[in-house]
């Protein structure tokens, strides 16, 4: 059981967004599904949608979701980073360059760099999770990785940038070690969704603004992909 969580009003202002998104989401989970498991992905149960900030509550399989889960991770400590630089670093280094138009340009090659690392961090933790399922074996899905990978993490990063993933269904461990690492997976994923939520609070509207611009899925975008 996996939890998408919306909070951001662009997604949960209208009926029309709303329905693109899961529709996004829906092509992304099955395109993920093939890239890591040879058996076809079954149709996405949904199991309900609460309200508050939207929570639509789906059923995947296990092992999707725990790789999903890790997927998400990424952005998020890569996300994180960003924003840790932008709410605190960024401004004391720039003014203390003292109008250093070099040392100037540089930073913000720097920021530029980081904002694009958000998604290209996810891009290539779902090609090395592709190539660890061919090493093992699986006759997965390996035609056009490098375009489907771009598009699993395009939806994953403008996911992240305002809402959440919750991992419901606990794993069953085998062992204590098992144990200890399920454990550990959903753990983490709450302390850099907090930690994420946290620092993004602490930037001001131009700078929420520029993340939205960069990474929000336009609807011609999704129409050529459609097509």
């Known amino acids: 059981m996996v939890s998408l969580v919306f909070k951001d009003l662009k997604t949960t202002g209208s009926l029309l967004e709303f329905s693109r998104v899961l529709n996004r989401w829906n092509r992304t989970l099955l395109i993920y599904h093939t890239l890591l498991k040879p058996e076809p992905p079954k149709e996405i149960a949904l199991e309900e949608i609460q309200n508050g900030s939207i929570d639509v509550i789906f059923n995947i399989d296990f092992d999707i979701a725990i790789d999903l889960t890790e997927l998400i991770k990424t952005g998020l400590k890569v996300y994180g980073a960003y924003l840790l630089y932008k709410s605190e670093k960024a401004r004391e280094i720039i003014d203390s360059y003292m109008g250093n138009k070099k040392l100037i340009k540089m930073e913000q090659e720097r920021e530029t760099l980081m904002l694009d690392n958000i998604k290209d961090s996810i891009k290539e933790k779902t090609i090395e999770q592709h190539k660890e399922k061919l090493n093992q074996g699986l006759k997965i899905d390996n035609v056009d990785i490098d375009k489907k990978a771009d598009e699993i993490s395009s939806v ?58 960069k990474y929000t899925i336009k609807d011609e975008e999704e129409d050529k992909k459609g097509k």
């Open 156 to 213: 994953l990063t403008d996911h992240i940038k305002g809402n959440e993933l919750k991992l419901l269904t606990p794993p069953i461990p085998k062992n204590e070690k098992d144990e200890e690492n399920e454990k550990d997976i959903s753990t983490e994923l709450r302390k850099e969704t907090s930690i994420v939520r946290e620092r993004f609070k602490k930037l001001n509207t131009k700078e929420k603004q520029l993340l939205l611009d």
